[in-house]
């Protein structure tokens, strides 16, 4: 049963104009919730976090939107560069008791493409 | 650069086999996390340590075990290795509040 699914595996955006990203999860404990960025043959790399207390973050051209009753997510960025080609990954966690985050349970990913 | 280190970076081996990947987590990260990548899951967690004590399981199989070392690097062990264990292993880690983990850049796994 996949608790994080991320339903588009590829999105294709024009250069200049907005890339959204969307991520939906089945699991109402979680309560922090991140994008990740990963180019070929490299790790994922932190993007951009939200707790379940916001319903919004910002953080330059990236912004995150959670929408606890739809138990939705979603990344936008704007405007969308050339280097921001790569895969996209929507992470779900719940702060651990005692302090520290468990795992993180990962969609599977969505392939961004910017086109010139 | 994350400041997380992983190695080896790729690793071939035999079925039936047994192999070690090593991971340093960011200094002053008390958290490292173990992650599989196989071609066609996405990242799949399988073990978290806390300041060298296990802290949470996730879709580990027996034959895989790890540490985390009092210097708080981590190392993963894999026993009677078999074909589907071929995969990325990420280690990741973060800080004690923080929820933001932190990869590096992997350990590809090839059992022949």
């Known amino acids: 049963d996949q608790q994080v699914k991320q339903n588009s595996p590829s999105l294709s955006v024009q250069e200049g104009r907005i890339s959204i990203l969307n991520c939906d999860y089945t699991n109402s404990m979680f309560d922090y919730f991140l994008w990740y960025k990963k180019y070929p043959a490299e790790g994922p790399t932190f993007l951009i976090s939200?707790?379940?207390?916001?319903d919004k973050n910002e953080d330059g051209r990236f912004t995150v939107f959670l929408n606890k009753s739809a138990k939705h997510l979603s990344l936008h960025i704007v405007p969308s560069q050339p280097g921001d080609s790569a895969v996209y990954f929507c992470?779900?966690?719940?702060?651990?008791?005692?302090?520290?985050?468990?795992?993180?349970?990962f969609g599977k990913g969505t392939h961004l493409i910017i086109q010139p | 650069d994350s400041g997380v280190t992983q190695t080896p970076k790729h690793l071939i081996t035999a079925t039936g086999q047994r192999v070690t990947l090593r991971c340093s987590p960011r200094s002053g990260d008390l958290s490292v996390y173990w992650y599989q990548q196989s071609l066609d899951q996405g990242l799949q967690f399988l073990i978290q340590y806390y300041n060298g004590e296990e802290r949470a399981k996730g879709n580990i199989l027996e034959r895989f075990s790890a540490q985390q070392f009092p210097d708080l690097h981590s190392e993963l062990n894999l026993s009677s290795l078999e074909l589907g264990d071929s995969a990325l292993y990420f280690c990741?880690?973060?800080?004690?509040?923080?929820?933001?983990?932190?990869f590096g850049p992997g350990t590809r796994l090839t059992v022949l």
């Open positions: 992470a779900a966690g719940q702060a651990g008791v005692g302090g520290g985050a468990d795992g993180l349970t």
């Open positions: 990741a880690s973060s800080v004690e509040v923080d929820n933001e983990q932190f």
């Open positions: 939200i707790s379940s207390i916001k």
